[in-house]
């Protein structure tokens, strides 16, 4: 079994900023990547940003520049520093991770694991 449980939202005004945190438990053999995605008020989904188990980043150009990704492997955790934020920036972030598992003496790997999610508000 894997969880992801997100944390960090909240209200902050234009320009303010605040930092999500994202942590995987479970019998995890190796993240290979983790990151977040966020669905606006219209229901739009984008990726924000994303970082693989080599470091390697990646930014949507929205939030390129403003927001920072990290992971601390030993903790099996990631965090998105949020700075500078917009109204744009409005919506419900979600954690999701590729992650391999070992079953017994089998590996599964998958990318479609997600956290329920945690709500971002900018104000004007």
């Known amino acids: 079994q894997v969880q992801l449980v997100e944390s960090g939202g909240g209200l902050v005004q234009a320009g303010g900023s605040l930092r999500l945190s994202c942590a995987v438990s479970g019998s995890i053999f190796d993240i290979n990547a983790i990151g977040w995605y966020r669905r606006d008020p219209g229901n739009q989904r984008e990726l924000v940003a994303g970082i693989t188990s080599g470091g390697i980043t990646h930014y949507a150009r929205s939030v390129k520049g403003r927001f920072t990704i990290s992971r601390d492997n030993a903790k099996n955790a990631v965090t998105l520093q949020m700075n500078s934020l917009k109204p744009e920036d409005t919506a419900v972030y979600y954690c999701?991770?590729?992650?391999?598992?070992?079953?017994?003496?089998?590996?599964?790997?998958?990318?479609?694991?997600w956290g329920q999610g945690t709500r971002v508000t900018v104000s004007a």
């Open positions: 999701n991770a590729d992650i391999t598992v070992r079953d017994g003496r089998a590996y599964e790997r998958r990318d479609d694991y």
